[in-house]
């Protein structure tokens, strides 16, 4: 879950390794430091998010490339959440490209609300401990989830649309 969220930050798997690494670095440097042992998972989070933010901007302070950054979807082990049974060699390919679209409509949303969207709908965070991961209000995450179904609703329709125009 750890590595997830901070792929869905960075988008690299190779930082978002780096990122898993420091975070439990952190976690272990700054045990002592939490206050309520029942909110360990949101505790974890907030070190990850709060990492990849800081790796984040120090990458564009310094505005190197990696050869590292995917070049297709980038968020592939996301894809791991959508799974099926035995699908045939047909509805494989068609997974397949519908995955790699939605990758990549998820990259294209704003990162507040690609975070949002990941920790509520893809991990399955209550609305209370995304808004303690992110540290802002209940209301915040719930406004930003809304925003972020949208839009993602309204890219993967244009999206259909283009396709269904090329295909005729």
């Known amino acids: ?3 997830r969220l901070a792929l869905s930050v960075c988008g690299s798997r190779a930082d978002a ?7 439990y670095v952190r976690v272990w440097r700054n045990m002592d430091s939490l206050r309520d042992r029942n909110a360990v998972l ?7 998010r709060n990492t990849a933010t800081d790796r984040r901007r120090s990458l564009q302070r310094r505005k190197a490339s990696s050869l590292d950054n995917p070049v297709g979807d ?3 082990p996301l ?8 699908p045939t060699p047909e509805q494989e390919l068609a997974s397949a490209q519908a995955r790699t679209a939605l990758m990549k409509l998820l990259q294209t949303l704003r990162p507040k609300h690609r975070e949002v969207l990941l920790l509520r709908d893809v ?6 401990q995304v808004a303690e991961v992110l540290g802002c209000p209940v209301g915040t995450v ?3 989830l809304h925003r972020a179904r949208a839009a ?6 244009r999206l259909t649309r283009q396709q269904a125009r090329e295909h005729r």
């Open 74 to 76: 980038g968020l592939s």
């Open 79 to 86: 894809v791991d959440f959508i799974a099926g049974d035995t």
């Open 17 to 23: 390794e780096e990122i898993v690494q420091e975070t």
């Open 1 to 3: 879950m750890v590595y």
């Open 152 to 157: 993602l609703a309204s890219k993967f329709e």
């Open 42 to 48: 949101g505790w974890l989070y907030r070190i990850c």
């Open 123 to 128: 991990e399955g965070m209550p609305s209370e």
């Open 142 to 144: 719930e406004s930003r």
